[in-house]
């Protein structure tokens, strides 16, 4: 039995953040020892099992596999904005708006 986890070093602690086995198992239609043997590196995950636990648990792939981290509250920018107050969000869309209109004078 080879170990393949060290491919996807946060798959486990994905899934784990939402969901058990069985109610992941259930919500993408494959069986509970299935993700338990790519779990357990039995066998290797497929990449559309991979896709599946990124859009479930709504990660992306590459943190998934160790590629980058995952948004914080502190960080996210649509947490951020929706905690603006209506003249403030007014504001940050007239700012994105001249942003673009700058960055496309530039191509």
């Known amino acids: 039995m080879q170990n393949h986890l ?3 070093p946060n798959l486990i602690s994905v899934r784990k953040s939402k969901y058990t086995q069985s109610e ?4 993408i239609g494959i069986s509970q020892q299935e993700i338990s043997r790519y779990e357990s590196g ?3 995950a497929p990449i559309n099992y991979i896709i ?3 859009n479930c648990c709504n990660v992306s792939v590459d ?3 160790g590629r980058e ?6 960080n996210d920018v649509f947490t951020l904005y929706n ?3 209506i ?4 504001r940050v869309d007239e700012r994105i708006k001249t942003l673009l209109e700058i960055q496309n004078k530039q191509k």
Do not use: G, R, S
């Open 52 to 54: 599946d636990v990124a």
């Open 24 to 27: 992941l198992a259930a919500l």
């Open 69 to 74: 981290q995952p948004d914080t509250p502190d």
């Open 63 to 65: 943190y998934i596999l």
């Open 6 to 8: 060290y491919l996807y």
């Open 87 to 90: 003249n403030n969000k007014i």
């Open 42 to 44: 039995e066998v290797k």
């Open 83 to 85: 905690a603006l107050n």
